[in-house]
């Protein structure tokens, strides 16, 4: 999980975005109706390894992105390919585990984009940890 807080969005009023840990992930319609009472909220995110979505960067920067990493480490499975990510958080940064079906074409030291469903985040109390906002 990435530690983070709630922000609604300025063009926006009835979205929400979780923001920590490099991260900027838009929520769903659902989510945001039910979390808009809780911005500035201490939270966490939480998303398995494989409901991240990796875009290469040959081609530039797409404009959708949640996020931007930097893959460290490639184990291929056979059916299934193991990532792990570096994605910069200011000065720090937050280690991730990603997993794409197949024989992935990416290699250790590509940059790539993150995004995320929407559909397949968990958002969690900080304190408490109990669950606020489930997958829909």
């Known amino acids: 999980c990435i530690v983070g807080a709630l922000q609604q969005l300025r063009h926006c009023p009835t979205a929400v975005r979780f923001v920590g840990g490099g991260l900027q992930v838009e929520l769903s319609a659902e989510q945001s109706t039910s979390l808009g009472r809780d911005i500035g909220r201490r939270v966490e995110l939480g998303v398995r390894p494989e409901h991240v979505e990796l875009r290469s960067l040959h081609s530039g920067t797409p404009a959708d992105v949640d996020s931007l990493a930097n893959i460290t480490m490639v184990e ?32 250790a030291g590509d940059n790539v984009a993150l995004q995320f469903d929407p559909q397949q985040i968990l958002i969690f109390d900080r304190q408490s940890g109990a669950l606020i906002a489930p997958c829909e």
Do not use: A, F, M, Y
């Open 76 to 107: 291929t499975l056979g059916d299934s390919t193991i990532l792990r990510l570096r994605i910069k958080n200011g000065v720090e940064t937050e280690q991730w585990t990603c997993k794409t079906p197949g024989r992935s074409k990416l290699t």
